[in-house]
């Protein structure tokens, strides 16, 4: 396997219009990392995690995934391999099972109802949860299942858009740990949107600012 980024964006720009987003953004996401996003509302955090999986095109810049221009991917297989979850993890009409499925019905897979349950394990949630109705569960636990889900597709990136912003600190903790576990136990890459600086501190490796493309260091104290 290679050893080299997963992920590599390369002086990215983005303007709408007059609005320039972020200017000549560059960054290097390996396995068996957390790479942080931070940066204020509006600042371009989502719109540079869409850049990443090819959904908007940055005005100036190039990205590499593993090792190959996005735009020279096809674009169903560059979705399967580099996952955006994004912030509302939205649950379908179903049960939890319907929505661990319909992710991998995309890509013409199925799952046993063993796979199922390991997946459900590796998100620290038991397999009793296979016949609940999804959009009844709490914003730690959808958030959980859409990791799950995006798991199922045995992807080597992650991209979580702020995924414990609406969470309770039980929850937050409860997803954090998820993710922390996954990079024991596959070998991924995740890249998360987060404002808070605690969050930022005890869960990723570094912290890059979107709009200046800066890492930013935070004071132990
Ligand atoms: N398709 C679009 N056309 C024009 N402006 C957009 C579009 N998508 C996002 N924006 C603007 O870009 C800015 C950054 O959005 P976003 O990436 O969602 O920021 P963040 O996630 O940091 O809050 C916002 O002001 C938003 O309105
Ligand atoms: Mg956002």
Same mark, same amino acid.
């Given at each position: ?94 049960? =939890?099972?319907? +929505? @661990?499925?319909? !992710?991998? #019905?995309?890509?013409?897979?199925? %799952?046993?109802?063993?796979? *199922? $349950? ?14 609940? =109705?999804?959009? +009844? @569960?709490?914003? !730690?636990? #959808?958030?959980?299942?859409?990791? %799950?889900?995006?798991?199922? *597709? $045995? ?67």
């Amino acid at each position: 396997m290679s050893s080299g980024p997963i992920l590599e964006m390369k002086g990215v720009s983005m303007s709408y219009g007059q609005r320039t987003l972020f200017k000549d953004f560059t960054l290097d996401l390996h396995r068996n990392e957390i790479i942080g996003i931070s940066g204020e509302s509006g600042s371009g955090k989502s719109t540079l995690l869409r850049i990443a999986v090819d959904l908007v095109t940055p005005t100036e810049g190039e990205i590499v995934f593993q090792g190959k221009d996005v735009k020279d991917w096809n674009p169903q297989e560059l979705r399967k391999c580099i996952i955006l979850v994004p912030q509302e993890a939205s649950m379908f009409p179903g049960t =939890v099972r319907d +929505n @661990l499925l319909w !992710g991998l #019905k995309i890509h013409d897979q199925d %799952a046993s109802d063993e796979e *199922l $349950e390991a997946i459900m394990e590796e998100v620290n949630l038991s397999g009793e949860y296979l016949d609940r =109705v999804a959009e +009844n @569960l709490s914003g !730690g636990e #959808k958030q959980r299942i859409a990791i %799950a889900r995006a798991l199922l *597709l $045995e992807p080597c990136g992650l991209l979580l858009d702020e995924p414990t912003s609406a969470l309770d600190e039980k929850s937050t903790l409860a997803v954090e740990k998820t993710v922390k576990g996954l990079l024991e136990s596959r070998d991924i890459g995740v890249l998360v949107v987060t404002h808070n600086r605690e969050q930022a501190e005890r869960f990723t490796d570094r912290v890059i600012e979107v709009t200046t493309g800066e890492e930013v260091y935070y004071n132990a104290d």
